[in-house]
Structures are given as structure tokens and as C-alpha cells.
């Protein structure tokens, strides 16, 4: 879609680890007191990683597999969010901003409504986005599927993406999005 030679772009990312013991429980970048964490390569952020897809996806820039294979050791046990900032910088280099990002977690425990304003705040200083174009929600599958027996946690994410009107010089850093 174009608007006064403005390219509008959105995308969809999904994600599920499962819960073991003695793994700590990091969603958002944010550290939740459980039993149970996320198994995973890295630190097993399902929110993130469907943040991650939901960017590279509106941009068709492949997916965080492409970017970020588990093959490689330099991405065990690494916070994801890094990994949000370094998606944030492929997407500018690339000529797009962020315009907002909505995801949703599925998880049955623990409750995460209290965390999700920190999640939002870090999130929102990963992509250079103020905190009002990041949304994250969670609900439970009221005891449905693997969710529901606890087995994991999901998360969905959409991403809103356009051109930016001049594009960046190569090597330079694009300028962070305006915010309002
Ligand atoms: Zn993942």
C-alpha cells in the first residue's frame, strides 16, 4: 500500500517454547518469578521472538532463523532484546521504520498482566519506539492445549512498518522514528 509515495508494510510473527524447570522465565526482556522458564537457544523470550518475525516479516526480510541461526554460538543464551535492536537496525538499514507493534502472549501461568508495562517500556527502547506504539496483552487458552496444561507459553505479534521518506546513507544509522 502507498500514500503520498509512503510504503506501508505489516507483518506477522508466532512463537512457542516450552516450559522446563530451572530455566529463569524471561518475557519482554523482563525477568517473571515462576518455577518453570522458556527452554530455548537463547533465553527463550517467546514475546520477542514473535516481535523479531512479525518485524523481518513486514519487511520480507526472511525470518529470525535468516538472522540469528541457533547453530551459531554467539546467540546461546543471549537477550533477545538485543536481538529486537538488532532487527530494529536491518529494518532501518534497509530504508523502513517502525510504525507500531501489537502482540499477544498465551500463557495459562503465571499471570503476566503486572509485568507488561515494563515489557512495553523495554521493548519500546529496543525498536526506538515510545512506549504508545508498542501493545502487549495476555490471556490465557482457559486450560486448552499445551498452553493450557502449562507445557509452554506463545505469543502472536503483528508489525506496522513504513518507508522512511529519505532513505539512509549507506553505513550511516538511520534516524530513530519520530514518535507522536
Ligand atoms: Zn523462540
Do not use: C
Amino acid at each position: 500500500m502507498t500514500h503520498n509515495n509512503i510504503d506501508f508494510r505489516i507483518g506477522i510473527g508466532f512463537d512457542s517454547h516450552p516450559l522446563t524447570p530451572n530455566r529463569p522465565l524471561i518475557l519482554g526482556g523482563v525477568p517473571i518469578p515462576h518455577t518453570h522458564g522458556l527452554a530455548g537457544h537463547s533465553d527463550g523470550d517467546v514475546l520477542t521472538h514473535a516481535l523479531l518475525d512479525a518485524l523481518l516479516g513486514a519487511a520480507n526480510l526472511g525470518d529470525k532463523g535468516t538472522h540469528f541461526p541457533s547453530s551459531d554460538p554467539q546467540y546461546r543464551n543471549i537477550s533477545s532484546l538485543l536481538l529486537l535492536e538488532q532487527v530494529a537496525a536491518i529494518l532501518a538499514a534497509a530504508g523502513w521504520r517502525v510504525s507500531n507493534v501489537d502482540a499477544t502472549m498465551l500463557a495459562q501461568t503465571p499471570r503476566l498482566g503486572p509485568f507488561i508495562p515494563t515489557m512495553k517500556e523495554r521493548a519500546a527502547a529496543a525498536l526506538s519506539l515510545s512506549p504508545g506504539r508498542v501493545s502487549i496483552k495476555a490471556t490465557t487458552t482457559d486450560y486448552l492445549g499445551f498452553v493450557g496444561r502449562a507445557e509452554g507459553i506463545a505469543a502472536v505479534a503483528v508489525a506496522a512498518i513504513m518507508s522512511q521518506t529519505r532513505p539512509p546513507e549507506p553505513g550511516q544509522p538511520a534516524a530513530p522514528p519520530s514518535s507522536g
